[in-house]
């Protein structure tokens, strides 16, 4: 498997622009996972789905930000409009529930968002 | 109080030391503790992962719980130049919960 695949690797846009943010998760992974990372917040979760469901949305940050997963096989991440303090790496992860308890997530390599 | 605290360093240390990366945490619930390792420019990976006070040795690297205390260690010995990374140390609640609670993460240099 090529692993999680996230596109654009890197986006940069003027304040108040449209930012659209893709990933396709690992086949058969159930879970699809957000996060943003910056220097001074560290890896936060923004919202994760089971079988392209919601299921906590409670890290998306404001109504800027919206996140879709129209099958089991793409997500987008939507931000409109977009601001400097939006400027972030992106990343997608998923996971499947297994015996193990840990459920591994694998991410993705990230999109670099810089909005000027 | 931040539900997990971690030293951000950088940390720079010879090639051969050991290393020792640390988080706090404050929230009894956690029950699966990990650690991630992350290249630049790359995304976290799982490293190490254990659920039970104590230590879980791996090659060169050991994790170590200290349930009472809320307390996680990564210890690295012989540490190599392909060592040099972030390392984010993770929670997870017990329970059908999948989300995971990241540290901040510690920058880490391995000079040859």
């Known amino acids: 498997d090529a692993g999680v695949i996230q596109s654009p690797r890197h986006e940069v846009t003027e304040m108040g622009q449209e930012v659209t943010l893709r990933c396709k998760p690992i086949?058969?992974?159930?879970?699809l996972f957000w996060y943003r990372q910056t220097m001074m917040r560290g890896l936060e979760l923004l919202i994760y789905?089971?079988?392209?469901?919601?299921?906590?949305d409670s890290g998306m940050p404001e109504d800027r930000f919206s996140a879709k997963m129209p099958n089991a096989s793409f997500s987008t991440l939507k931000i409109q409009p977009s601001e400097p303090r939006d400027s972030a790496v992106y990343f997608c992860?998923?996971?499947?529930?297994?015996?193990?308890?840990?459920?591994?997530?694998?991410f993705g390599p990230g999109t670099r968002l810089t909005v000027l | 109080q931040k539900e997990v605290e971690q030293d951000p360093g950088p940390l720079s240390v010879p090639e051969g030391a050991i290393v020792s990366l640390n988080c706090t945490y404050s929230?009894?619930?956690?029950?699966?503790f990990m650690w991630y390792r992350q290249y630049s420019r790359k995304g976290p990976e799982l490293l190490m992962y254990?659920?039970?006070?104590g230590n879980k040795e791996d090659g060169r690297f050991t994790a170590q719980v200290d349930k009472s205390s809320k307390y996680i260690s990564l210890f690295i010995r012989d540490s190599q130049p392909s060592d040099s990374a972030t390392y984010l140390c993770?929670?997870?609640?017990?329970?059908?919960?999948?989300?995971?609670?990241f540290g901040t993460g510690t920058l880490l240099a391995v000079q040859p």
């Open positions: 086949s058969g992974h159930d879970y």
């Open positions: 789905f089971n079988n392209n469901v919601p299921i906590d």
């Open positions: 929230n009894s619930a956690f029950q699966y």
């Open positions: 993770a929670f997870r609640y017990g329970g059908a919960t999948n989300k995971l609670i």
């Open positions: 254990t659920y039970s006070s």
């Open positions: 992860a998923s996971s499947f529930i297994g015996p193990s308890p840990y459920n591994e997530q694998f």
